[in-house]
Protein backbone atom coordinates (compact mmCIF):
# COMPACT_ATOMS: atom_id res chain seq x y z
CA UNK A 1 0.00 0.00 0.00
CA UNK A 2 1.33 3.54 -0.70
CA UNK A 3 1.95 5.40 2.59
CA UNK A 4 1.06 9.03 2.70
CA UNK A 5 2.55 11.32 5.50
CA UNK A 6 1.82 14.84 6.38
CA UNK A 7 4.08 17.76 7.82
CA UNK A 8 3.60 19.53 10.41
CA UNK A 9 1.35 16.81 12.55
CA UNK A 10 0.18 20.04 13.82
CA UNK A 11 0.70 23.82 14.32
CA UNK A 12 -0.57 27.27 16.01
CA UNK A 13 -1.70 30.21 13.88
CA UNK A 14 -3.61 33.17 13.97
CA UNK A 15 -6.47 34.63 11.72
CA UNK A 16 -5.43 36.41 8.48
CA UNK A 17 -2.55 33.95 8.39
CA UNK A 18 -1.40 32.56 5.17
CA UNK A 19 -0.68 28.71 5.76
CA UNK A 20 0.95 25.78 3.84
CA UNK A 21 0.39 21.67 5.04
CA UNK A 22 2.54 19.42 2.81
CA UNK A 23 1.78 15.26 1.61
CA UNK A 24 4.23 12.79 0.44
CA UNK A 25 3.09 10.07 -1.24
CA UNK A 26 5.63 7.33 -0.90
CA UNK A 27 5.20 6.63 -4.66
CA UNK A 28 4.36 8.48 -7.40
CA UNK A 29 0.84 9.33 -7.67
CA UNK A 30 0.39 11.59 -10.61
CA UNK A 31 -2.24 13.72 -9.41
CA UNK A 32 -4.54 11.87 -7.53
CA UNK A 33 -4.66 13.22 -4.24
CA UNK A 34 -7.56 14.71 -2.70
CA UNK A 35 -8.14 17.11 0.47
CA UNK A 36 -10.37 16.59 3.48
CA UNK A 37 -11.33 19.09 6.03
CA UNK A 38 -12.72 17.30 9.55
CA UNK A 39 -14.28 19.44 12.96
CA UNK A 40 -14.54 17.75 16.15
CA UNK A 41 -17.10 14.99 16.00
CA UNK A 42 -18.17 15.91 12.60
CA UNK A 43 -17.41 13.48 9.36
CA UNK A 44 -14.33 15.05 7.14
CA UNK A 45 -15.42 17.46 3.88
CA UNK A 46 -14.18 17.06 0.00
CA UNK A 47 -11.55 20.22 -0.11
CA UNK A 48 -10.03 19.49 -2.94
CA UNK A 49 -9.02 16.41 -5.84
CA UNK A 50 -7.13 15.78 -8.62
CA UNK A 51 -4.62 17.93 -6.48
CA UNK A 52 -5.55 20.78 -7.58
CA UNK A 53 -9.34 20.78 -8.31
CA UNK A 54 -11.48 22.99 -5.83
CA UNK A 55 -14.78 20.64 -4.88
CA UNK A 56 -17.78 22.70 -5.52
CA UNK A 57 -18.93 25.21 -2.65
CA UNK A 58 -15.45 25.77 -1.11
CA UNK A 59 -14.23 28.60 -0.77
CA UNK A 60 -11.50 30.31 -3.05
CA UNK A 61 -9.01 31.02 -0.02
CA UNK A 62 -8.27 27.16 -0.33
CA UNK A 63 -6.05 25.62 -2.88
CA UNK A 64 -3.97 22.94 -4.05
CA UNK A 65 -0.95 22.04 -5.72
CA UNK A 66 1.75 18.95 -6.60
CA UNK A 67 2.13 15.93 -8.62
CA UNK A 68 4.18 12.98 -8.43
CA UNK A 69 4.99 12.44 -5.04
CA UNK A 70 4.51 16.16 -3.05
CA UNK A 71 1.52 18.32 -2.66
CA UNK A 72 0.65 21.25 -0.88
CA UNK A 73 -2.59 22.47 0.96
CA UNK A 74 -2.39 26.30 1.52
CA UNK A 75 -5.40 28.34 3.28
CA UNK A 76 -4.30 32.06 1.83
CA UNK A 77 -6.14 34.13 4.84
CA UNK A 78 -6.82 31.54 7.66
CA UNK A 79 -10.59 32.33 9.40
CA UNK A 80 -11.67 31.33 12.23
CA UNK A 81 -13.98 28.44 10.83
CA UNK A 82 -10.57 26.40 9.06
CA UNK A 83 -9.16 25.61 12.63
CA UNK A 84 -9.92 22.07 11.93
CA UNK A 85 -8.13 18.89 11.01
CA UNK A 86 -6.51 18.75 7.42
CA UNK A 87 -5.77 15.34 5.45
CA UNK A 88 -5.18 14.03 2.69
CA UNK A 89 -5.59 10.66 0.77
CA UNK A 90 -4.38 8.85 -2.82
CA UNK A 91 -6.76 7.47 -4.61
CA UNK A 92 -3.85 6.24 -7.46
CA UNK A 93 -4.17 2.72 -6.15
CA UNK A 94 -5.72 0.69 -3.67
CA UNK A 95 -5.96 0.20 -1.04
CA UNK A 96 -6.79 3.98 -0.76
CA UNK A 97 -4.82 5.24 1.82
CA UNK A 98 -5.05 8.77 3.85
CA UNK A 99 -2.03 10.60 5.65
CA UNK A 100 -2.27 10.90 9.64
CA UNK A 101 -3.59 14.24 9.41
CA UNK A 102 -2.43 18.13 10.23
CA UNK A 103 -4.12 19.76 12.95
CA UNK A 104 -4.42 23.42 12.60
CA UNK A 105 -5.21 26.08 15.81
CA UNK A 106 -5.33 29.03 17.25
CA UNK A 107 -2.25 30.80 18.44
CA UNK B 1 -28.94 17.96 -1.92
CA UNK B 2 -26.97 14.70 -1.78
CA UNK B 3 -26.51 13.18 1.53
CA UNK B 4 -25.75 9.93 3.50
CA UNK B 5 -27.83 9.24 6.25
CA UNK B 6 -26.20 6.66 8.46
CA UNK B 7 -27.74 4.29 11.62
CA UNK B 8 -27.10 5.04 15.01
CA UNK B 9 -24.37 4.31 17.68
CA UNK B 10 -24.45 0.74 18.98
CA UNK B 11 -22.92 -1.51 21.69
CA UNK B 12 -21.26 -4.43 21.44
CA UNK B 13 -19.16 -7.60 23.37
CA UNK B 14 -16.48 -8.71 22.19
CA UNK B 15 -16.74 -11.37 19.92
CA UNK B 16 -20.27 -10.63 18.16
CA UNK B 17 -21.50 -8.57 15.12
CA UNK B 18 -22.39 -5.43 13.87
CA UNK B 19 -24.47 -3.65 11.14
CA UNK B 20 -24.34 -0.54 10.29
CA UNK B 21 -26.40 1.10 7.92
CA UNK B 22 -25.98 4.44 5.47
CA UNK B 23 -29.30 5.42 3.31
CA UNK B 24 -28.40 7.36 0.39
CA UNK B 25 -30.47 10.65 -0.81
CA UNK B 26 -30.82 13.20 -3.85
CA UNK B 27 -28.69 10.78 -6.03
CA UNK B 28 -29.17 8.22 -8.31
CA UNK B 29 -27.91 5.17 -5.53
CA UNK B 30 -26.60 2.53 -8.15
CA UNK B 31 -24.84 5.41 -10.01
CA UNK B 32 -21.73 5.60 -7.31
CA UNK B 33 -19.76 3.58 -5.22
CA UNK B 34 -19.61 3.27 -1.47
CA UNK B 35 -16.87 2.79 0.87
CA UNK B 36 -16.88 2.68 4.36
CA UNK B 37 -13.95 4.46 6.48
CA UNK B 38 -13.39 4.36 10.25
CA UNK B 39 -11.71 6.24 12.60
CA UNK B 40 -10.77 5.07 15.98
CA UNK B 41 -10.81 8.36 19.35
CA UNK B 42 -8.11 10.67 18.42
CA UNK B 43 -6.65 8.79 15.15
CA UNK B 44 -6.45 8.92 11.53
CA UNK B 45 -8.80 8.18 8.90
CA UNK B 46 -8.82 4.13 7.67
CA UNK B 47 -10.40 2.26 4.80
CA UNK B 48 -12.36 -0.34 4.89
CA UNK B 49 -13.77 -1.57 1.51
CA UNK B 50 -16.05 -0.34 -1.11
CA UNK B 51 -19.00 -1.50 -2.91
CA UNK B 52 -20.45 -1.11 -6.35
CA UNK B 53 -24.49 -0.81 -5.32
CA UNK B 54 -25.18 -1.78 -9.28
CA UNK B 55 -23.26 -4.85 -9.18
CA UNK B 56 -23.29 -5.51 -5.46
CA UNK B 57 -19.48 -5.59 -6.50
CA UNK B 58 -17.00 -5.56 -3.56
CA UNK B 59 -13.54 -4.96 -2.54
CA UNK B 60 -12.32 -4.94 1.07
CA UNK B 61 -8.82 -3.95 2.52
CA UNK B 62 -6.63 -7.10 3.72
CA UNK B 63 -7.25 -5.91 7.32
CA UNK B 64 -10.91 -6.89 7.37
CA UNK B 65 -10.96 -9.81 5.06
CA UNK B 66 -12.81 -12.59 6.30
CA UNK B 67 -14.59 -10.54 8.88
CA UNK B 68 -16.22 -7.56 6.82
CA UNK B 69 -19.29 -7.85 4.58
CA UNK B 70 -21.24 -4.88 2.44
CA UNK B 71 -24.40 -5.36 1.14
CA UNK B 72 -26.98 -2.88 -0.49
CA UNK B 73 -30.49 -2.94 -0.92
CA UNK B 74 -31.45 -0.91 -4.29
CA UNK B 75 -35.02 -0.73 -3.25
CA UNK B 76 -34.64 1.35 -0.46
CA UNK B 77 -31.10 2.80 -1.46
CA UNK B 78 -29.29 1.51 1.35
CA UNK B 79 -25.61 0.00 1.79
CA UNK B 80 -25.00 -1.97 4.50
CA UNK B 81 -21.34 -3.09 6.47
CA UNK B 82 -20.90 -5.77 8.58
CA UNK B 83 -18.22 -6.20 10.88
CA UNK B 84 -17.57 -9.44 12.71
CA UNK B 85 -15.63 -11.03 15.85
CA UNK B 86 -15.75 -7.44 17.29
CA UNK B 87 -12.91 -6.69 19.71
CA UNK B 88 -11.88 -3.80 21.83
CA UNK B 89 -9.87 -2.15 19.19
CA UNK B 90 -12.50 -1.95 16.52
CA UNK B 91 -14.47 0.58 18.87
CA UNK B 92 -14.46 3.58 16.46
CA UNK B 93 -16.77 5.97 14.23
CA UNK B 94 -17.49 4.29 11.16
CA UNK B 95 -18.67 6.02 8.40
CA UNK B 96 -20.00 5.59 4.92
CA UNK B 97 -18.71 7.49 1.77
CA UNK B 98 -19.57 8.02 -1.74
CA UNK B 99 -16.94 7.60 -4.03
CA UNK B 100 -16.86 9.32 -7.49
CA UNK B 101 -16.50 7.39 -10.83
CA UNK B 102 -13.63 7.07 -12.35
CA UNK B 103 -11.82 8.99 -9.23
CA UNK B 104 -11.94 7.27 -5.78
CA UNK B 105 -12.32 10.77 -3.68
CA UNK B 106 -15.14 10.51 -1.22
CA UNK B 107 -17.77 13.20 -1.32
CA UNK B 108 -20.16 13.33 0.59
CA UNK B 109 -19.86 11.16 3.84
CA UNK B 110 -22.56 10.18 6.41
CA UNK B 111 -22.62 11.53 9.51
CA UNK B 112 -20.93 8.50 10.99
CA UNK B 113 -21.97 5.74 13.56
CA UNK B 114 -20.12 5.22 16.72
CA UNK B 115 -19.39 1.19 17.45
CA UNK B 116 -18.18 0.82 21.14
CA UNK B 117 -16.92 -2.83 21.74
CA UNK B 118 -16.94 -3.40 25.54
CA UNK B 119 -17.61 -6.62 27.93
Known amino acids: AIRMTQSPSSFSASTGDRVTITCRAS??????LAWYQQKPGKAPKLLIYAASTLQSGVPSRFSGSGSGTDFTLTISCLQSEDFATYYC?????????FGPGTKVDIK | QVQLVQSGAEVKKPGASVKVSCKASGYTFTSYDINWVRQATGQGLEWMGW????????GYAQKFQGRVTMTRNTSISTAYMELSSLRSEDTAVYYCARGEPGGNWFDPWGQGTLVTVSS
Open chain 2, 51 to 58: MNPNSGNT
Open chain 1, 89 to 97: QQYYSYPPT
Open chain 1, 27 to 32: QGISSY
